[in-house]
């Protein structure tokens, strides 16, 4: 079972940005030094799923000031992104990655088999030397909040002992 405080699932994925197909690994990334905020979505097409993704979209310059690499994932093919992407979602800053064996997802532990297997809603931020450090997992049908994930990080690169509702620039413990 994945645990923060343990090295996160390594996982080598084919994603979809700007018009482009690749590979992305969560260890290319973290020899990069960059920290990784990797979040699982249910499918592509669907309702609660792109307000998510948009959102992200959105704060991608925050993201950027906080030296992380964002990545959105599903069990989606690659050209199912692609075709959603150029359908509705518009340009993105950041790839949709295919997990499309289940196997990251998997190992995420947030697979449901019983909903034919999709991902739940998985939010998770991985530190640059491959740790994870922060893990929250919702229900199919409840949103995230992206404001909280960028928090969230922020306080994590701090490094000290953030109190509830730190926000940047406050002080610590």
């Known amino acids: 079972m994945i645990k923060v405080g343990q090295p996160a699932p390594d996982f080598t994925l084919q994603g979809y940005q700007d ?29 609660v799923c792109p307000t998510e993704i948009t959102g992200f979209n959105k704060k991608i310059e925050e993201f950027d000031k906080l030296g992380a690499q964002v990545l959105g994932a599903s069990v989606d093919s690659v050209h199912s992104h692609k075709a959603w992407v150029e359908k509705d979602l518009g340009k993105l800053e950041f790839p949709l990655l295919s997990d499309f064996k289940k196997e990251t997802a998997d190992s995420y532990n947030i697979l449901v088999d019983d909903d034919g297997g999709v991902a739940l809603r998985g939010t998770f931020i991985i530190d640059p030397s491959g740790i994870l450090r922060y893990a929250v997992v919702s229900d199919l049908n409840v949103g995230r909040s992206i404001d909280e994930t960028v928090r969230v990080l922020s306080a994590l690169k701090n490094g000290g002992l953030c109190p509830v509702e730190w926000e940047e620039g406050e002080s610590t413990l």
Request: proline share 3%.
């Open 19 to 47: 018009g482009k197909f690749a590979e992305y690994s969560l260890s290319q990334i973290n020899g990069s030094g960059k920290w990784v905020v990797l979040f699982f979505y249910p499918l592509d097409f669907t309702f």
